[in-house]
């Protein structure tokens, strides 16, 4: 793709012209100065198209790979924004134009449909369609500059939105040699600034951020369709949409159990837990004062209070004393037999080692 400077920001419009379905060349543009019949994308004319002037788009069209598209109502320029097909009515051969005194003319080959559109008729009546509308670019002065494509048309005009949407493709996609004149309205510079790439960006930077910008629309009107938002919702709007959907959703209500069940069950289970918990400590307990990790009843109690992690890291910790499984006393000394007074006895002492006590929290948890 060739470029040059600009001084303006380019600039796209339409005209309209009688189309004729004949086997000679049709007439795509006017010669001289003409304008536009109802407006057009920017300003309205007028337009000035002299043989200099038609012989420089000649030799753009004749370095096109494609034919140039005719299509209805200008729906190429649309197809984007309202996901309408853009069938085409016919295809001007690029190297066929040529310059007479009255406009532009080139070879066109129609479709089957859009000849039976612009053909009157068998009685006279009037055709389907009228005029035969091309988008062009042109410079300050008014200078057609290329014909991007054509539309049958009845309505010979285009929304601002197309016409940037025109210049951009003209801007980036335009299909000529290094041997062609160069395009003179295409404002690199501003193209990049816009897409936010950096001034030196290669032209596969440029299509893959134009690319990038399709794809974040393709999204937006994905989203846009699934909130029921408008076409053209802002995105205000699309979050109001979102709002009100969930609102108004009603849940699946399989997907979900009464309350009062789901409280009825977390009940039950925590009572399965905490009977689990007590018959095991139980159990515990009971295995300690049978070999002696557990001195007595007392020590048992306050493991029972403790809970079951602490009657396990106790009954880890304290060795298994045989004599207190032996003597009939369980452990306490022979009736008639008295020790000092605030002192433990050499099991006791055994016992405090063994939990780690000190004589006193022994005694604070096994009161005489």
């Known amino acids: 793709m060739k470029t040059q400077r600009l001084q303006t920001k380019p600039r796209v419009a339409v005209c ?39 012989q420089a788009i000649i030799r753009l069209a004749a370095a096109r790979s494609t034919d140039i598209a005719i299509d209805y109502e200008h729906q190429t320029l649309y197809a984007e924004k309202n996901g309408q097909p853009a069938p085409a009515a016919g295809w001007v051969d690029p190297r066929s134009l040529e310059f007479r005194d009255d406009g532009l003319y080139g070879a066109i080959a129609w479709t089957a449909k859009a000849r039976a ?4 008729g068998p009685n006279g009546e009037p055709a389907e369609y009228l005029y035969l509308s091309p988008v062009f670019p042109y410079d300050a002065n008014g200078v057609p500059l290329d014909l991007l494509h054509l539309a049958l048309t009845n309505t010979p005009a285009i929304d601002e939105g197309a016409a940037q949407l025109a210049a951009a493709r003209m801007a980036i ?4 040699t290094n041997d062609a004149q160069e395009i003179d309205t295409v404002k690199r510079e501003q193209l990049i600034l816009t897409l936010g790439l950096a001034a030196e960006a290669t032209e596969e930077q440029i299509d893959g951020a134009i690319a ?12 846009r369709e699934a909130l029921g938002a408008k076409d053209d919702a802002k995105p205000d709007e699309a979050v109001a ?17 009464p309350v009062a069940v789901y409280q009825e069950t977390t009940q039950q289970l925590a009572a399965l837990k905490a009977n689990s918990n007590t018959a095991e400590l139980d159990a515990l307990i009971k295995e300690g004062l049978d ?31 045989a004599a207190l499984k032996a003597t009939q006393t369980q452990g306490k000394p022979p009736e008639g037999t008295k020790e000092k007074d605030g002192e433990l006895s050499d099991t006791e002492l055994a016992v405090c080692k063994a939990m780690n006590l000190t004589p006193e929290q022994y005694r604070a948890a096994n009161p005489a």
């Open 291 to 321: 070999d002696g990790r557990i001195p007595g009843q007392a020590t048992a109690d306050w493991l029972r209070v403790q809970g079951i992690a602490a009657c396990k890291a106790h009954l880890e910790g304290a060795p298994s004393i």
């Open 16 to 54: 309209a012209l009688r189309v004729q379905a004949t086997d000679d060349k049709t007439r795509l543009m006017p010669a001289g100065t003409f304008h536009a019949p109802r407006g057009a994308a920017e300003g309205t004319g007028p337009w000035h198209l002299s043989a200099e002037h038609a």
């Open 241 to 257: 949409a979102l709002k009100a959907s969930s609102a108004t959703a009603a849940p699946d209500m399989t997907q979900f159990v």
């Open 117 to 120: 559109a612009i053909t009157p």
């Open 173 to 176: 996609t335009h299909d000529v």
């Open 212 to 223: 990038a910008l399709k794809a974040s629309a393709a999204d937006a009107k994905a989203l």
